[in-house]
């Protein structure tokens, strides 16, 4: 297992021990040391020790992945004289852009006097001390056949076009060396190779978010992404560097939540509130929904609350009832009727109570509300992360694949859009019989 240098043990220290070292030095020589990479850079983009042999950085954009390769690269490069370096982009021209002439990019990574020259005519970057990196292109696989290499860097690998086939031939030219291996930047999305390079032995991982690196990124930029992408899809992948999958036979689907999306509901003519209580200690699920006078749904709330005593579930609906100004509170009683609703009754007496009872599956009761939302139905006033994940769990002819052990806040919303939807005489006979 590598052990950690002098200037990494430097760089890890808590922020004041960092600032006293600091403080004990001559001008000249702070000066030096702030400028070194291992001194600037944050603890996760700085390789992590012991015996991997692909190192796979999962992160939002501006994460600080392209600097944290490119300088992974430059120390391969300087302290392995005459190394063989592969680069593979997502394709020759991103390659060039982003891993070699980009703003963190290889041409300026490393300390300044031993930086490389490029040769296009090559494709190859060569240092000082007989090291050189050859750019390839995820495109052409075919590149990768008959070069051998001791590293690499392979940047946006989920994103690349003929993903397995590169790797595969990458993987086979990385035979020089006592311990050859790898550094992939990317941001997550669900394909076939990030999954199963995440699950391989010999694979560590760093994970991160757009946010971590606030401190080099526009505040003005920060503000507008948060507001306009936080807690979508897109925002959850591009920034939080969250692997999001669009599971088989799933009744939604994360793209599909984004495009029902709204900033702001119109005028509700009638609210509910559907609540899951857990049949023990544990999670209760509760989602307040309107409906607006064109007879569409917006979903307006997820007050679920977890690990809580019945009268804490119980507190918490009232509370959802008066800020939402709700007509009707639905919930399941299954487990426990009589002692649900005496909760209830105890927590706010005057709730306007109607108790249903499930006669099918979570998922079964799911499927004629999922079908309201592929018919442009239902709104979300907003993003609803947790209730969202537990939508994307619920498979099509039962079954729930998502996290936790219940699906409860997802299941409340089921209530509360069937109450609105699919219990009044609008909704129409065709979507009335799928609740038959």
């Known amino acids: 297992m590598r052990e950690l240098s002098l200037m990494e043990r430097y760089a890890r220290l808590p922020a004041g021990k960092r600032a006293a070292l600091l403080g004990e030095m001559d001008a000249a020589r702070r000066l030096r040391l702030m400028r070194h990479w291992r001194w600037t850079a944050r603890p996760a983009q700085l390789a992590p020790p012991g015996d991997w042999t692909l190192w796979l950085i999962l992160a939002g954009r501006g994460f600080g992945k392209t600097r944290a390769g490119a300088e992974w690269v430059a120390a391969m490069a300087r302290s392995h004289p005459g190394a063989r370096i592969a680069l593979v982009g997502q394709t020759a021209r991103d390659g060039l852009a982003v891993m ?16 490389p020259q490029w040769k296009a005519s090559r494709r ?115 920034l939080m560097g969250e692997l999001l999958e669009a599971r088989e036979g799933a009744l939604w689907t994360p793209d599909g939540l984004d495009r029902c999306r709204e900033a702001e509901a119109p005028p509700l003519i009638r609210v509910v509130v559907g609540v899951d209580p857990p049949a023990g200690p544990g999670g209760c699920g509760i989602v307040v929904a309107g409906l607006d006078k064109r007879g569409i749904a917006h979903v307006v709330a997820d007050a679920s609350v977890s690990a809580t005593t019945p009268d804490g ?18 919930v399941e009683v299954n487990n426990g009727g009589a002692m649900v609703e005496t909760t209830l009754r105890a927590a706010f007496g005057g709730l306007p109570l109607k108790q249903v009872r499930a006669s099918r599956g979570k998922a079964a009761r799911a499927e004629p509300v999922s079908a309201l939302y592929a018919a442009g139905r239902v709104k979300h006033v907003g993003a609803f992360a947790a209730l969202e994940d537990e939508m994307c769990g619920l498979i099509q002819g039962g079954g729930y694949v998502g996290p936790g052990t219940s699906p409860d806040r997802a299941d409340a919303l089921v209530w509360a859009l069937t109450e609105l939807m699919l219990e009044r005489p609008a909704a129409g006979p065709a979507l009335r ?4």
């Open 100 to 115: 070699i002439e980009g703003e963190s990019g290889l041409l300026a990574a490393g300390p300044e006097r031993f930086r």
């Open 313 to 330: 579930w119980a507190a918490a609906v009232a509370a959802a009832f008066h800020r939402h100004r709700v007509d009707r509170v639905v």
């Open 124 to 238: 190859t970057l060569l240092w000082p001390n007989g090291a050189q990196a050859t750019l390839f292109s995820a495109v052409e696989p075919d590149q990768l056949r008959g070069p051998q290499f001791h590293f690499a860097w392979c940047d946006e690998l989920a994103a690349w076009p003929n993903a397995r086939a590169s790797w595969d031939m990458l993987k086979m030219g990385l035979r020089l060396g006592r311990m050859p291996r790898v550094v992939a930047t990317t941001t997550p999305r669900p394909v076939p190779l990030l999954r199963a390079l995440m699950q391989a032995p010999g694979t560590v991982m760093t994970r991160g978010t757009t946010f971590d690196n606030r401190a080099h990124l526009p505040p003005r930029f920060l503000a507008e992404v948060a507001q306009g992408y936080g807690g979508t899809a897109l925002g959850r992948q591009e």
């Open 433 to 436: 019989m799928l609740l038959d």
